[in-house]
């Protein structure tokens, strides 16, 4: 039975296995950079223009520039994490895992390899959005602490997710299905949150939706962490707006204590079919 180290030193090797696939395959990290960018540039500079902030006396582009990039970082790492997803559902279909298998080395460490790789290709992908951020004019008004703090709830509510995706990723056949399955669920999970609108201008269930949800929760801890709150912006009205690190805390632990023993069981089902 291995220990905790050995466990950890094989999901470092296999950390590493990813990373260095990252390095060798530049396409995986420019396609998940490139998106972002296009939507900062889309909104910022298109829809901008038209989308009214609430306590702002007049439309003004500048101002929903610092709003937008915060659900910008939102929804960048949330779709960054469907990358374990779909190199899961890769690993399962081209064999890889097959031979992971017959090696003498910790079940769980393919699971929490890919998943901390994910993690850092995050990362890198957060530090191109801060500058992307930067050249548009958003600006970070608090302290360093609280900003390294903002970027510390991403990339943790990211992780979480990951093992979420790793789960789905096991459960597919092929990395396809799992990119069309994830994107559905995905892309409107994103949409409907205080992302790129505030959630007071969407009609009554969707507004009830974008403040439960936990994405918005993501965004509103990052807004709040960065001083990105439009000055005069009345205050939320819904618990997890009120309480967005908290909550968003909440939602990343109980993911975690739900799908890392069902992500685990069922690597270990895909592996033997």
């Known amino acids: 039975m291995s220990t905790v180290a050995q466990a950890l030193g094989d999901g470092w090797t296999v950390t ?41 006396a007049e439309i003004d582009p500048a101002l929903y520039r610092e709003f937008l990039i915060a659900g910008i970082f939102a929804q960048t790492v949330i779709f960054g994490a469907t990358v374990t997803g779909s190199g899961m559902a890769q690993d399962v279909k081209s064999g890889i895992v097959d031979r992971f298998r017959s090696l003498p080395m910790a079940s769980s460490a393919v699971l929490v390899g890919r998943t901390t790789a994910d993690v850092l290709n995050n990362v890198v992908t957060v530090v191109i ?26 990339l943790f509510f990211a992780y979480c997710i990951s093992w979420l995706m ?12 799992f990119n069309n399955a994830s994107f559905i669920v995905i892309f409107p999970l994103t949409f409907i949150a205080n992302t ?8 009554g269930p969707l507004r009830t939706f ?25 205050p939320p009205t819904a618990w997890p707006l009120q309480n967005p690190v908290l909550y968003t805390l909440l939602w990343g632990v109980a993911l975690l ?5 069902l992500t685990v069981r069922q690597y270990q089902r895909a592996a033997a079919r």
């Open 210 to 234: 974008a403040e439960w949800n936990p994405v918005s929760s993501v965004t509103q801890a990052a807004r709040e962490l960065f001083g990105n709150i439009i000055p005069g912006t009345p």
């Open 196 to 203: 790129f609108v505030p959630s007071e201008n969407l009609p």
């Open 257 to 261: 204590v739900v799908f890392i023993p």
């Open 16 to 56: 590493r296995r990813n990373l260095i696939k990252i390095k060798r395959v530049p396409d995986l990290l420019v396609g998940s950079t490139l998106a972002p960018i296009m939507f900062v540039l889309l909104f910022a500079f298109v829809f901008g223009g038209s989308i009214s902030l609430p306590g702002a």
């Open 129 to 154: 959005m801060t500058l992307t951020g930067l050249v548009v004019g958003w600006r970070v008004t608090t302290s360093i602490g609280e900003a390294l703090l903002g970027y510390v709830v991403l």
């Open 166 to 177: 790793a789960y789905v990723g096991l459960l597919v056949r092929t990395p396809e299905v």
